[in-house]
T-cell receptor, first 113, second 119 residues
Framework: AQKITQTQPGMFVQEKEAVTLDCTYD???????LFWYKQPSSGEMIFLIY??????QNATEGRYSLNFQKARKSANLVISASQLGDSAMYFC??????????FGAGTTVTVRA | GAVVSQHPSRVICKSGTSVKIECRSL??????MFWYRQFPKQSLMLMAT?????????EQGVEKDKFLINHASLTLSTLTVTSAHPEDSSFYIC???????????????FGNGTRLTVT
């Protein structure tokens, strides 16, 4: 069975600073994909970034970067230069040998001005 | 591209009635659609996987007779909550996978969700 763990229920970050959201995962399958989604209070799920298990480099998308440490089975999301619009819930998710996504519990980020 | 439309966005119904939620892929064909349920401040829990032209696959603990899923075309899946009760009140959100895309790196595209309140 696959498991995604996000241990930070909520975080506060000052505007323009960076924040790291933790995510660890557990799977015995060597092929998997890791995703981060943002969910603002309106409810939609916004895809942020993807990391494949065989990818040699850490994924980056604009202000989002993924710190992928395969041996530790962690895939932390780093948001640089936080903006007020980054306040939302963030979910780490994993896909293994089918198309299903398993989600972590989520982390609520609040950006302070 | 890759827009998923979910309708309605909010619905209030009386206990005992049925509610249908639609999930449409507007600019792509979706071989597979997924239905999730989310309680406030909690994670998304997969309810079922819907494949076009075949029966849905339900996750353990999800009542198939309670949550009817129909995936009649490559662009439309529906979830019907039958004989709804207050405990069915939740946020329901669908997602779709583009037909033909590789599995690992293609993100699922989500609808905007439906907030169901059963009174």
């Amino acid at each position: 069975a696959q498991k995604i763990t996000q241990t930070q229920p909520g975080m506060f970050v000052q505007e323009k600073e960076a924040v790291t959201l933790d995510c660890t995962y557990d799977t015995s399958d060597p092929s998997y994909g890791l995703f981060w989604y943002k969910q603002p209070s309106s409810g939609e799920m916004i895809f942020l970034i993807y990391q494949g298990s065989y990818d040699q480099q850490n994924a980056t998308e604009g202000r989002y970067s993924l710190n992928f440490q395969k041996a530790r089975k962690s895939a932390n999301l780093v948001i640089s230069a936080s903006q007020l619009g980054d306040s939302a819930m963030y979910f780490c998710a994993m896909r293994v040998n089918d198309y299903k996504l398993s989600f972590g519990a989520g982390t609520t980020v609040t950006v302070r001005a | 591209g890759a827009v998923v439309s979910q309708h309605p966005s909010r619905v209030i119904c009386k206990s005992g009635t049925s509610v249908k939620i639609e999930c449409r892929s507007l600019d792509f064909q979706a071989t597979t659609m997924f239905w999730y349920r989310q309680f406030p401040k909690q994670s998304l829990m997969l309810m079922a996987t819907s494949n076009e032209g075949s029966k849905a696959t339900y996750e353990q603990g999800v009542e198939k007779d309670k949550f009817l899923i129909n995936h009649a075309s490559l662009t439309l899946s529906t979830l019907t909550v039958t004989s709804a009760h207050p405990e069915d009140s939740s946020f329901y959100i669908c997602s779709a996978r583009k037909a033909g895309r590789r599995s690992y790196n293609s993100p699922l595209h989500f609808g905007n969700g439906t907030r169901l309140t059963v009174t």
